[in-house]
């Protein structure tokens, strides 16, 4: 379900950082809530040799799970904040999986120190066998899905001393960014596809 990959260097860290920086403050970003905003195409700004070493350990990871190759890749950067008002969602707007019925994993390095208050990654991982990494049957939860919940899963969420910290994972299963609630959050996501996927080349920035 989880692999974990070797810590990106801190200067890569803090390039990809302050690239997304610049930016942002230009007013070049594909999406934004009140805690999150992401860029979406961030190969473009990136040196081929740093963006082929995130495709290509993601479709490493894909052939270990899928046992195939991804068909399509792409790089998003978001930051996760504490809203003015404190009451964020998180990174991914709350629970939810990327696809129900298409197998598909994501890739994410995390460019900061990631601790339980400034939005870790976090998954729910099945307690008991019934529970697949299918169940509930939809694609995203409720907001109050959290005490329906805690009968059949597991919260698990993946922080880090250092920046940096890598992992690849199934996406399938239902997961989320935590609201931060101190601090911020950078990240680096390949999302990777089997096929053509025109709402992600929709959401890449145009430069």
Known sequence: ?????ENLKYDVCELIINKFDELNNKKIVSQKTNDDI??????????????NFFFDIDTKSS???FKKKPLNQTLMVNKTFVPPNK???GSGDGWHRDSYFKKQLKTIFYLTKVNIENGPFTYLEPKFKIFSRLYPIKSRLSADADKKLN???NK???T????GLGFSIISNYIHKGLPAINGVRYAITVYSFFEKNEFFENLKIKI
């Open 38 to 51: 992401r860029i979406f195409g961030f190969e473009k700004v990136l040196d081929t040799k740093i963006t």
């Open 156 to 158: 698990v969420s993946i």
């Open 63 to 65: 052939i270990k799970f």
């Open 87 to 89: 009451l964020g969602t």
């Open 160 to 163: 880090s001393e250092e920046p």
């Open 151 to 153: 009968f059949c899963s």
């Open 1 to 5: 379900m989880i692999i974990y990959h």
